[in-house]
């Protein structure tokens, strides 16, 4: 879709979302270079904030090059909102079901008809306590090598200053910068033409999520940990530090007696 053709829904859903985000949020948006001009393609963004996914909206907007987003398929079902989801042509993505797939064959056929394609890989908030981003789901490395369309990476923060994950009230004031780094395409030659194995789908994944994460270092201005934190193994983790040491304290006695 060419930076022109941004369509009635679009312009309606920006007249009614643009003035509170602009009161919400001072912006600091930068490499908007790297949003190609022509053609489509494909954003990866990191999410830390129930609120950033209307914030990065603004901002795709506004580069003229209007994203449509995998989103719930629950979001499609109220009325008034299922009309703006339908009507700015949002992809609607039915977990668990067997129309699961139906998500992914929509954003290829979108890609390839020339419009931009917005995935948040890790599918869900970082659980990352520090908000680094997390092991992602290989949906977008699967459209990726179908289409072999630029991928984008794009990092944000400031929406989680206004609403961090899970909480239930927002932090107004002071105002908040929403902050978004967009770097080069990922180069993901090296997976071309190879099959689409769940082991390279993974490699690809981490390879465009570990550009995320980088970006991501750039904007908060702090080094980025080694590697994308895994909530499973945090959790393996945490019950193994949790499990008493029976056979260490029985020694203990053993030893005692």
């Not at 530090?241 to 006695?253: D, I």
Request: hydrophobic share 40%; glycine share 8%.
């Amino acid at each position: 879709m060419s930076r022109r053709r941004i369509g009635f829904w679009y312009r309606l859903a920006a007249v009614i979302a643009k003035p509170p985000l602009i009161a919400l949020f001072k912006r600091d948006w930068r490499g908007m270079e790297n949003i190609p001009e022509d053609g489509g393609f494909i954003t990866a963004v990191n999410h830390n904030s129930h609120v950033d996914p209307f914030a990065y909206a603004h901002f795709q907007y506004n580069t003229g090059r209007v994203p449509r987003f995998l989103a719930k398929a629950g979001l499609f079902t109220p009325f008034l909102v299922g009309s703006f989801m339908r009507g700015t042509g949002q992809i609607p993505v039915f977990r668990a079901t067997a129309d699961a797939a139906a998500a992914f064959r929509a954003a290829v056929e979108a890609v390839n008809k020339g419009e931009c394609v917005v995935f948040y890989p890790e599918g869900t908030l970082t659980r990352d306590p520090d908000l680094w981003p997390m092991v992602s789901k290989t949906g977008v490395a699967r459209v990726a090598m179908l289409t072999k369309a630029p991928v984008i990476p794009i990092a944000q923060w400031g929406a989680n200053e206004l609403l961090p994950p899970y909480a239930k009230k927002p932090s107004l004031f002071p105002r908040k910068t929403h902050r978004v780094l967009v770097g080069p395409p990922v180069d993901l030659s090296a997976y071309y033409g190879r099959e689409p194995t769940a082991e390279v789908l993974r490699e690809a994944t981490d390879t465009i999520m570990e550009a995320v994460k980088q970006l991501l270092a750039e904007v908060r201005g702090e080094p980025a940990p080694p590697g994308l934190y895994d909530p499973r193994k945090a959790k393996q983790a945490a019950r193994q530090a949790a499990e008493p040491a029976t056979g260490q304290a029985a020694g203990g006695e053993e030893g005692g007696a």
